[in-house]
């Protein structure tokens, strides 16, 4: 089975818009018509590189590669020239996409029809090709079979379930694997999807309202504008039902100063890698509000987690010699499913149905939400102590004074590492240290804090924490 079954059914539902951007819409049937000429383009090449923004011609891409038979390879169009022109070496003789070229898959030349093959049935091919943020490491090209992506498609979503009228705002870029998976699942329940080439606050807003958008999605650095742009009201957005956020650790101040701006839309924390073919574990609406209305700290504290596995998902926390810990004990992150993949581009194939090492930290609580403390490469070891900057910058972020706020350790002769705070906003260092004091452990205090005017960070919103240390390990900040 390929992706394009995907396509193959939404065509037969109907023909109402199934995507629109800029004031133009596609039905199902027109995006299949154009998929097919795509596919005669691509047939003779070894893959599809798309370096564009969200467009019309996005879906036109992917699924002409997938009934071609080849891979479809987004990449990030804020890259350098220079580090653009490396990726696209990785793959010599493909065809390459740029913003100037996209228009031109929504007009095929010659006005003849496409020749409807039908698509290779390989669920076992690669089906796309999706670079990791190099956050911790370089990036990687994480391949996901056909047959990862049907899966987390058929295993979380009813074909056609959507209301006739339910719309998806997506604004993530497309390069990474929300924004895939926001085309496959959206196009399969029913619902329309309205894209957006760039992220504005007061545009997100007046979007969901002109477009009267049901669904959407976004990171936790576009959840936070938005809030920012709210302000001390509530959200002007009644068609809006669900809000998920994910593909970042989401502070929980800026959740819960969220759930107080729509309170009448449904928040879903949806956590998911790369490799794992988009969402593993999902915090539903019923949790958040459950979490914001209980006096329980337990129940009160599941709003940092990214809640529990999706059905299929199995997740089990290990020790640094791989024995499984018990519940509330913090380890690595280690998960199986059919829909994780975990499998690089130039790297032996992993065997199957094996467990795969996420590289996060983080423990499960009794009822089986998952609470993430980070990247395991984060982890700061200050006087043989492990420490976790999430719980620090949760504490920071309290601060009215702080807009942003990432923990780092630099090299210390006496203590191994000692704890930096880099924040966004403004106030006095010692006071600010002091109202950490008050709700940490000495230990966790940060020794320094300094003040930048913004942090550095990938286009999903994640943080950039090896840049920062680099900057701090040369400079006299540090």
Not at 284 to 293: E, L, S
Not at 451 to 469: D, H, I, Q, Y
Request: hydrophobic share 40%; charged share 25%; with cysteine.
């Amino acid at each position: 089975m390929n992706i394009a079954v995907i396509l193959e059914m939404a065509a037969s539902a109907g023909d109402r818009p199934a995507v629109t951007e800029s004031g133009r819409s596609l039905s199902a049937a027109g995006l299949q018509r154009l998929a097919h000429h795509a596919a005669d383009r691509f047939r003779d090449r070894p893959a599809v590189l798309y370096a564009g923004t969200n467009h019309l011609a996005y879906p036109v891409a992917l699924f002409g590669a997938a009934l071609a038979g080849v891979p479809f390879v987004p990449l990030n169009y804020r890259l350098s020239d220079d580090r653009s022109a490396q990726l696209v070496a990785r793959h010599p003789g493909a065809e390459v996409l740029r913003p100037a070229d996209l228009d031109g898959l929504l007009e095929p030349a010659g006005g003849h029809e496409p020749e409807w093959r039908p698509a290779p049935d390989d669920r076992d091919a690669t089906a796309v090709v999706l670079y990791t943020s190099g956050t911790t490491a370089a990036p990687k090209a994480a391949l996901l079979r056909h047959r990862h992506l049907l899966a987390y498609v058929f295993n979380t979503q009813d074909f056609g379930a959507a209301d006739p009228g339910d719309a998806t705002l997506v604004a993530v870029p497309p390069y990474h694997v929300a924004g895939l998976m926001n085309l496959l699942t959206n196009l399969y329940a029913g619902r329309r999807i309205v894209y957006r080439s760039a992220f504005d606050p007061a545009d997100w807003l007046a979007t969901v309202r002109r477009e009267r958008v049901t669904h959407a999605m976004l990171v936790p650095t576009m959840l936070a504008r938005i809030t920012a742009e709210v302000g001390d009201g509530t959200a002007d957005v009644p068609s809006l039902r669900s809000l998920a956020y994910g593909g970042a650790r989401a502070p929980r101040p800026v959740v819960e100063r969220a759930l107080r701006q729509f309170p009448h839309t449904g928040f879903v924390n949806a956590y998911g890698l790369t490799e794992t073919a988009s969402s593993v574990c999902v915090l539903g609406p019923d949790d958040h509000r459950a979490a914001m209305a209980s006096d329980d700290p337990a129940v009160r504290e599941r709003l940092g987690s990214v809640g529990r596995p999706l059905p299929g998902i199995a997740v089990e926390i290990r020790d640094e010699e791989g024995r499984p810990l018990p519940a509330g004990e913090t380890g690595l992150v280690f998960m199986r499913g059919e829909q994780i993949s975990g499998e690089y581009a130039g790297a032996a194939a992993p065997e199957a149905d094996r467990w795969f090492a996420t590289r996060d930290r983080g423990r499960l609580d009794t009822d089986g939400y998952l609470h993430l403390e980070g990247r395991a490469d984060d982890t700061i070891i200050r006087g043989g102590e492990n420490i976790a900057p999430a719980e620090i910058e949760d504490v920071l972020l309290e601060h009215p004074g702080v807009r942003e706020a990432a923990v780092l350790g630099v090299p210390d002769p006496e203590w191994g590492q000692r704890l930096v705070a880099v924040l966004v906003g403004a106030g006095d260092p010692e006071e600010i240290r002091a109202f950490a004091k008050a709700r940490l452990r000495s230990s966790r205090t940060p020794d320094t804090v300094v003040f930048r005017p913004e942090l550095p960070r990938t286009a999903t919103g994640k943080l950039l924490r090896r840049t920062l240390v680099a900057e701090l390990e040369d400079s006299a900040d540090a």
